[in-house]
């Protein structure tokens, strides 16, 4: 494992399958010490890591018991998949923070998602947060390196956090191969280069066995496109 901050806030543009990197990320921290995972995502209130599935192991519909299983807490807002969803999670985001080795924060798609993050800004110190920020070369706005660079800095802006590295999540969903992935490689060293960060992982579904995935993952969010 490479040396990760305490914090880990995980963002990206909205489809680019950053809530199953953060559930990913989570469970593999997990082997290492106590993991809470916080769930900022409010864009999207139905594809989140608040009501997850697991299509690997089954019916996984309820997160917090699966992640629980796993050694994961798990951190939502309490209107959670209502139409009251917002960021209301009070001292909860806090006490995660202070009381666990690691906390994953599963940040909302774009740079409008990012700006639930402005108000736990004194927590998220540099010297303990690392912000990564999650590309796929074929999802729709981010398929050149600079539209997905422009993304990155408009979430940099309204967040008022730094990227410290980039994450290649780069797939077609079910159609996704071996050289699908390989072919984003030079896409997302190109944004890593320019933002002048590491590509800190290339992931891709742990079932294809892919030479340049230096981070498998298991498909335990549903897609939400095809």
């Given at each position: 494992?490479?040396?990760?901050?305490?914090?880990?806030?995980?963002?990206?543009?909205?489809?680019?399958?950053?809530?199953?990197?953060?559930?990913?990320?989570a469970l593999h921290l997990a082997e290492?010490?106590?993991?809470?995972?916080?769930?900022?995502?409010?864009?999207?209130?139905?594809?989140?890591?608040?009501?997850?599935?697991?299509?690997?192991?089954?019916?996984?519909?309820?997160?917090?018991?699966?992640?629980?299983?796993k050694g994961v807490s798990i951190v939502?807002?309490?209107?959670?998949?209502?139409?009251?969803?917002?960021?209301?999670?009070?001292?909860?985001?806090?006490?995660?923070?202070?009381?666990?080795?690691?906390?994953?924060?599963?940040?909302?798609?774009?740079?409008?998602?990012?700006?639930?993050?402005?108000?736990?800004?004194?927590?998220?110190?540099?010297?303990?947060?690392?912000?990564?920020?999650?590309?796929?070369?074929?999802?729709?706005?981010?398929?050149?390196?600079?539209?997905?660079?422009?993304?990155?800095?408009?979430?940099?802006?309204?967040?008022?956090?730094?990227?410290?590295?980039?994450?290649?999540?780069?797939?077609?969903?079910?159609?996704?191969?071996?050289?699908?992935?390989?072919?984003?490689?030079?896409?997302?060293?190109?944004?890593?280069?320019?933002?002048?960060?590491?590509?800190?992982?290339?992931?891709?579904?742990?079932?294809?066995?892919?030479?340049?995935?230096?981070?498998?993952?298991?498909?335990?969010?549903?897609?939400?496109?095809?």
């Amino acid at each position: 494992m490479i040396n990760l901050k305490k914090i880990i806030v995980i963002t990206g543009h909205y489809g680019s399958g950053k809530t199953n990197v953060s559930a990913n990320l989570a469970l593999h921290l997990a082997e290492f010490g106590s993991v809470s995972i916080i769930d900022l995502d409010v864009v999207n209130p139905y594809f989140r890591a608040a009501d997850l599935r697991c299509t690997a192991e089954g019916d996984c519909s309820d997160a917090a018991r699966f992640f629980s299983e796993k050694g994961v807490s798990i951190v939502a807002s309490k209107y959670a998949n209502s139409s009251l969803d917002i960021p209301a999670l009070g001292f909860a985001v806090t006490g995660a923070i202070k009381t666990s080795d690691y906390t994953v924060i599963d940040v909302g798609g774009d740079d409008e998602g990012a700006k639930a993050l402005g108000r736990y800004l004194d927590i998220l110190s540099p010297e303990q947060t690392d912000m990564f920020y999650v590309v796929n070369m074929y999802r729709y706005h981010t398929q050149k390196p600079q539209e997905a660079l422009d993304l990155l800095r408009d979430i940099e802006t309204v967040s008022g956090l730094k990227c410290t590295g980039i994450i290649n999540n780069s797939h077609l969903c079910t159609q996704t191969t071996p050289e699908t992935i390989t072919a984003s490689l030079p896409y997302a060293e190109e944004i890593a280069k320019q933002a002048g960060v590491p590509l800190v992982f290339t992931t891709g579904n742990r079932e294809l066995n892919c030479k340049n995935v230096n981070f498998p993952i298991d498909i335990l969010v549903k897609p939400i496109w095809v």
